[in-house]
């Protein structure tokens, strides 16, 4: 049909490519509202929905709503991963950031300097020995050889027992026997396998204290991952049987070995991936690692050790208390500063880089924390999760809803106990005074300062609190440490572990 000459539209020379664009902005317009949409779904799955109002229609009757209360089903809806970058590698695109970082380099070179001028003064020759370093992390054999004994056992018996328990449990006449059984087997290989074992090694071949951190260390991770394997797959088979699934969802072993190496400590059959490997970021990650080690033995040999080495050898009084406290502030921030940077920002970096595991928020803006409530969610989230989906959550599913306070202080007992754990066998000696900032100090400040409390005063007071705790930490482990290389017990029975020596220590010398 044509078109008169007058008619506008067979004149007009925009409308044909108009009409080519069409399809491609309506399938543009189709894409961003599809994302939208799945973003809402996410957000929405994050929602507690399990009150009865919203689970149940208002025809349903008080039986029935009393029944699906007393069941309880377990929370279904955890941790979503995205892809994102951690908040470092953002901020350092900024230059005033970057101008920070270089400043903490500056202080590495000043400590380098002091150290190696007094060495010359004291020596007449430069001194460039690391004998501190070499110390403690000695017997570096039977710490690998503890490290792939751990790793190996993990892979193997964890998911041997939960295939094995899947693919019986379905056709089992006494399911929960057949649970049970498992369920202690598992349990016995956490406990004696994971537990007891690593520690014995770590004790009886005496190993130095950054090796003993090493062992107990992973110790801790692979028992977190371990539970974590089985809590998130053993619902998905108990679902599957209740549906009369033909197929028993049981995760390829090659899921489960990237789990065990991926910077989370929740399973999941799928992460966000990248798609490629930066391995110029791996390596400058490791070197930033490298860097930190060397940062902090430097602030030992400067900072600690001269301070503390006679203290011993010094009458216990109140004045010499207070000193040692305030002038470990500035070491123990420092340490606090570098283990963030090295551990929770560079080594969790790396080896999410190596996996191409897109998700990298291994921790948020704790230091704009106004709460210690805040602070406990932000300074480390990896552990965070994991406490709060396996220890919190399942608390709550276990007891109840109302026992949210019983909830939180059994999270705090069970995280202050652990760190407690680790410094004792590092250590070599149990002097609890972690345990009792973390369940005194940590405590009280979690409920004073809240998430209510959001002006800049309650950031100065968060911030004042911690350099005072990171003080007493330093001050009072450095002198337990030397009381009892200058002070050993002979013969010494159990109870001598446990009592502090670093208080009668002077008497003896």
Same mark, same amino acid.
């Given at each position: 049909?044509?078109?008169?000459?007058?008619d506008?539209?067979?004149? =007009?020379?925009?409308?044909?490519?108009?009409?080519?664009?069409?399809?491609? @902005?309506?399938?543009?317009?189709?894409?961003h509202?599809?994302?939208?949409?799945?973003?809402?779904?996410?957000?929405?799955? &994050?929602?507690?929905?399990?009150?009865?109002?919203?689970?149940?229609?208002?025809?349903?009757?008080?039986?029935?709503?009393?029944?699906?209360?007393?069941?309880?089903?377990?929370?279904?809806?955890?941790?979503?991963?995205?892809?994102?970058?951690?908040?470092?590698?953002?901020?350092?695109?900024?230059?005033?950031?970057?101008?920070? !970082?270089?400043?903490?380099?500056a202080l590495?070179?000043?400590?380098?300097?002091? $150290?190696?001028?007094?060495?010359?003064?004291?020596?007449?020759?430069?001194?460039?020995?690391?004998? *501190? &370093?070499?110390?403690?992390?000695?017997?570096?054999?039977?710490v690998?050889c503890?490290?792939?004994?751990?790793?190996?056992?993990?892979?193997i018996?964890?998911?041997?027992?939960?295939?094995?328990?899947?693919?019986?449990y379905?056709?089992?006449?006494?399911?929960?026997?057949?649970?049970l @059984?498992?369920?202690?087997?598992?349990?016995?290989?956490?406990?004696?396998? *994971?537990? %007891?074992?690593?520690?014995?090694?770590? %004790?009886?071949?005496?190993?130095?204290?950054?090796?003993?951190?090493?062992?107990?260390?992973?110790?801790?991770?692979?028992?977190?991952?371990?539970?974590?394997?089985?809590?998130?797959?053993?619902?998905?088979?108990?679902?599957?049987?209740?549906?009369?699934?033909?197929s028993?969802?049981?995760?390829?072993?090659?899921?489960?070995?990237?789990? +065990?190496?991926?910077?989370?400590?929740?399973?999941?059959?799928?992460?966000?991936?990248?798609?490629?490997?930066?391995?110029?970021?791996?390596?400058?990650?490791?070197?930033?690692?490298?860097?930190?080690?060397?940062?902090?033995?430097?602030?030992?040999?400067?900072?600690?050790?001269?301070?503390?080495?006679?203290?011993?050898?010094?009458?216990?009084? /109140?004045?010499?208390?207070? +000193?040692?406290?305030?002038?470990?502030?500035?070491?123990?921030?420092?340490?606090?500063?570098?283990?963030?940077?090295?551990?929770?920002?560079?080594w969790?970096?790396? @080896?999410a880089?190596?996996?191409?595991?897109?998700?990298?928020?291994? !921790?948020? =803006?704790?230091?704009?924390? $106004?709460?210690?409530?805040?602070?406990?969610?932000?300074?480390?989230?990896?552990?965070?999760?994991? +406490?709060?989906?396996?220890?919190?959550?399942d608390?709550?599913?276990?007891?109840?809803?109302?026992?949210?306070?019983?909830?939180?202080?059994?999270v705090?007992?069970?995280?202050?106990?652990?760190?407690?754990?680790?410094?004792?066998?590092?250590?070599?000696?149990?002097?609890?005074?972690?345990?009792?900032?973390?369940?005194?100090?940590?405590?009280?400040?979690?409920?004073?300062l809240? =998430?209510?409390?959001?002006?800049?005063?309650?950031?100065?007071?968060?911030?004042?609190? /911690? @350099?005072l705790?990171?003080?007493?930490?330093?001050?009072? !482990?450095?002198?337990?440490w030397?009381?009892?290389?200058?002070?050993?017990?002979?013969?010494?029975?159990?109870? =001598?572990?446990?009592?502090?020596?670093?208080?009668?220590?002077?008497?003896?010398?």
């Amino acid at each position: 049909m044509k078109r008169c000459r007058g008619d506008p539209m067979a004149t =007009d020379p925009f409308r044909t490519p108009a009409m080519q664009l069409k399809p491609v @902005f309506m399938k543009e317009v189709d894409s961003h509202f599809t994302e939208f949409v799945n973003s809402l779904v996410a957000k929405s799955a &994050l929602l507690d929905s399990s009150s009865s109002a919203s689970l149940f229609p208002a025809s349903c009757s008080e039986k029935e709503l009393h029944k699906a209360k007393a069941l309880r089903a377990p929370p279904e809806h955890g941790k979503i991963f995205t892809a994102r970058r951690s908040l470092l590698d953002e901020l350092f695109e900024v230059s005033h950031i970057r101008t920070i !970082y270089h400043m903490f380099i500056a202080l590495l070179i000043v400590f380098i300097l002091s $150290t190696l001028l007094v060495d010359f003064i004291d020596e007449g020759r430069l001194v460039l020995g690391f004998d *501190l &370093l070499v110390y403690v992390f000695g017997k570096f054999p039977v710490v690998f050889c503890t490290w792939l004994c751990m790793f190996c056992a993990t892979v193997i018996i964890p998911y041997s027992l939960f295939s094995q328990w899947a693919q019986g449990y379905c056709s089992s006449s006494h399911r929960v026997i057949y649970s049970l @059984f498992y369920g202690t087997l598992f349990t016995l290989f956490q406990t004696v396998g *994971l537990g %007891i074992g690593p520690t014995y090694v770590a %004790i009886s071949y005496a190993l130095p204290p950054a090796s003993r951190f090493i062992v107990i260390l992973e110790q801790v991770r692979l028992v977190m991952k371990a539970h974590s394997f089985v809590r998130e797959n053993v619902p998905r088979v108990l679902s599957s049987v209740k549906e009369k699934s033909s197929s028993v969802p049981i995760p390829r072993i090659s899921q489960y070995l990237y789990f +065990l190496f991926a910077p989370t400590l929740i399973y999941r059959d799928n992460y966000p991936r990248n798609p490629m490997v930066r391995w110029g970021y791996v390596a400058t990650k490791f070197a930033q690692v490298l860097g930190s080690l060397f940062y902090a033995y430097y602030i030992f040999v400067r900072l600690c050790i001269p301070q503390f080495r006679n203290s011993s050898q010094e009458t216990f009084n /109140l004045r010499g208390l207070v +000193l040692c406290i305030f002038n470990s502030i500035l070491p123990g921030v420092l340490i606090l500063f570098l283990v963030f940077f090295a551990f929770l920002h560079c080594w969790l970096n790396a @080896f999410a880089e190596m996996m191409r595991f897109a998700d990298r928020m291994f !921790y948020k =803006d704790w230091w704009n924390s $106004t709460s210690y409530a805040n602070y406990y969610r932000t300074w480390n989230v990896v552990v965070h999760d994991w +406490l709060y989906y396996y220890a919190y959550r399942d608390f709550l599913w276990f007891f109840g809803k109302k026992f949210k306070a019983a909830a939180m202080l059994s999270v705090f007992t069970v995280s202050a106990a652990v760190h407690e754990y680790v410094l004792s066998i590092c250590f070599g000696f149990f002097y609890p005074v972690l345990f009792c900032l973390f369940m005194c100090f940590g405590m009280l400040f979690n409920f004073i300062l809240n =998430d209510r409390r959001k002006g800049p005063i309650w950031n100065v007071i968060m911030w004042t609190s /911690l @350099f005072l705790g990171q003080g007493v930490i330093i001050c009072l !482990y450095s002198q337990e440490w030397y009381a009892r290389q200058y002070c050993p017990a002979e013969n010494p029975a159990f109870l =001598d572990y446990l009592k502090p020596r670093s208080w009668s220590c002077h008497v003896q010398m």
